[in-house]
């Protein structure tokens, strides 16, 4: 079987969800778009959906609006979950041992790629911190991978997708992003495994479209943002008057909200088009 991201795959967007309404309303925009797509869960979502439920919906669901949308675990801290991901389906899981020294962090996703690599799930790995809480997982290291580390670590281990840390920050930014460039081509010269930018809500499209030019990212992904969404149709709803007391209609909340999401993922996904501003 193909792997879904490889140096030659398309370039992703990955949105954070956790519930089958916040997946619908991605694979909607998605399928508008006519763009495959890859939903992840945290651990703190995974622990909390009905996984079975949840699977059968998304598989059900991508093959009636006609795109692929692939299941990831991410920021994984547990082997236990990374098992169960594996038993249920997921497409692929993130390790996320970058608080440990380099070599712990290469011997726990070494274990990973054991634990799951004949179900043909593939592995992400985070060499160096980045920055910011990510749900229950909080970073506050430099923020910034050695390029020596990474290069160890990718010898070392047989990852199918990096997350290193160059400059971006999960959750708001304070400030302007310092984003490191360089190392996205100098990585992009010493390996052809597939980058991985976490962090992306408050990066403009000017930016995202810059990261996007270098061919070895390919997979970016979104998670406050989501969630702001989710806030903004609410706060329509209440705006509207949807929420009185008299008039309170539920079903008209819930397409606000999908409707906040569905395009504010629809916004991303028009940057991988070939027509965009790039
Ligand atoms: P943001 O919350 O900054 O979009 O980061 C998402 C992320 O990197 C998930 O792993």
């Known amino acids: 079987m193909d792997k879904y ?22 694979i909607d925009a998605a399928s508008q778009m006519k763009c495959n797509i890859i939903l992840q869960t945290s651990m703190k ?16 669901y991508e093959q009636k609006k006609g795109i ?10 547990e082997m236990d979950f990374i098992q169960e991901a594996a038993e249920c389906g997921w497409d692929s899981v993130m390790i996320d041992a970058s608080d440990k020294t380099l070599s712990e962090n290469i011997n726990i996703t070494n274990k990973v790629v054991k634990l799951v690599r004949k179900k ?13 809480q990510e ?10 991978a050695k390029m020596d580390d990474i290069e160890k670590f990718i010898k070392s281990t047989d990852i199918d997708m990096l997350a290193a840390a160059v400059g971006t920050v999960h959750g708001l930014y304070r400030g302007v992003p310092d984003i490191r460039y360089d190392m996205l081509d100098e990585i992009g010269r010493i390996t052809d495994i597939p980058l991985v930018i976490h962090g992306g809500t408050g990066l403009t499209n000017e930016i995202l479209l810059k990261m996007l030019i270098y061919k070895n990212v390919k997979k970016i992904n979104i998670s406050t943002d989501v969630k702001l969404a989710y806030k903004r149709g609410i706060e329509e709803s209440i705006q509207m008057g949807v929420m009185e007391q008299n008039g309170f209609d539920p079903l008209k909340v819930e397409w606000f909200i ?21």
């Open 5 to 26: 991201i490889s140096s030659t795959s398309q370039q992703y967007f990955a949105f954070n969800i956790w519930s089958i309404e916040s997946a619908k309303a991605v």
């Open 45 to 60: 979502a995974f622990e909390q959906i009905d996984k079975k439920e949840f699977y059968a919906f998304v598989r059900s």
């Open 68 to 77: 692929k949308a692939y299941l990831h675990l991410d920021h994984c801290k």
């Open 120 to 132: 043909g799930i593939l592995v992400e790995a985070e060499v160096g911190q980045i920055c910011g």
């Open 135 to 144: 749900d229950e997982v909080t970073s506050v290291g430099t923020g910034i």
């Open 258 to 278: 999908h409707d906040e999401i569905q395009n504010m993922v629809m916004n991303k996904l028009k940057l991988l088009r070939k027509d965009s501003l790039r």
